[in-house]
């Protein structure tokens, strides 16, 4: 009875070979599967083969084949027609940003001058000095008449001219008179504060005029160029493979091992074969013999 044969090993390059066949045809139908063509009332996305095929070389040297698709996005009439609208309107806006760009340098090589609205609180001394001379030219006929009438009254009264008692009275005149152009004087001051307070109200406007008048049209233009910006395709994204490749090599290699398996249980049932009859042969040769083994019956050995 001959030995078995023991299975020949597999061949891993052809192994992995046809594991990348494998897996490149699942991918080509998980895309086909994956990316359906979509149809609504604003477009369609389809998906198609261009033509253009890539060769991808395996482990064991054979060329596969993989195909590229193409996206296509189609807008329906009517969105078709806004798209277009937009499009003409962001290139007539970039256009004149364009053209109005070319002032930017003009613009910003004349610098704004405020030389002329410079401030000075002192630069309204004369305006309250006048007011102050207008409030005392007012106010001076009627200190004349109290005094002359304060002066009478005293001397009706007795008091001589250079007495303790008149040179008193006097002073509590003199002492209102001063608290009045104390208060003229205050007056004045709240007059200067108001003007220039006023003075600076109207700077700070001017200045805010004279800088909107060199901004807008860097904002104009700065808007122009933002409204004409391109905007990118909306679409859909391509969805991956998601379905596992067929594992090839796993079925392959675990082929082989239940070959092998199966050739190792053959050969330990043949040895177990081959040393029974061997045992059975022995047996019957020496348990034949009356005496036991003689060794001279072999070989005439004494």
Known sequence: MGSPSAPPPPDPYKTAGAQTGSNIQTGIANSVMGNPNVVGPQGSTTYAESGEVHNITGPDGQSYKVPRYTQTNTLSQGE????????????????????????????????????DLKLDPNSFSADRQR??????????P???????AEENRLVNQGFQRGTEGFTSAMG?????????????TAAG???Q??????????AGYEMARRSGERNAPINEITALMSGSQVNQPNVPGYNPAQIAGTDVQGAVYGSA??????YQQQMAQQNAMMGGVSGMASAGLFGGMKYGFN?????GMA
Request: aromatic share 6%.
């Open 257 to 262: 091992a239940l070959a092998n398996q199966q």
């Open 193 to 202: 504060q108001g003007m220039y307070g006023m003075a600076r109200d109207a």
């Open 142 to 148: 009627q200190l004349d008449r109290s005094r002359e």
């Open 80 to 115: 078709q027609g806004i798209y277009d609208l937009n499009t003409q309107a962001r290139t007539n806006i970039g256009q004149i940003g364009v053209d109005q760009s070319a002032r930017i340098g003009e613009l910003l090589g004349k610098p704004v001058d405020y030389s």
């Open 295 to 299: 060794p001279m019956q072999w070989g």
């Open 172 to 184: 509590d005149l003199g002492r209102q008179e001063n608290d009045m152009r104390l208060a003229i």
């Open 189 to 191: 001051l709240d007059e």
């Open 131 to 140: 007011v102050e001379q207008a409030m005392y030219q007012r106010m001076q």
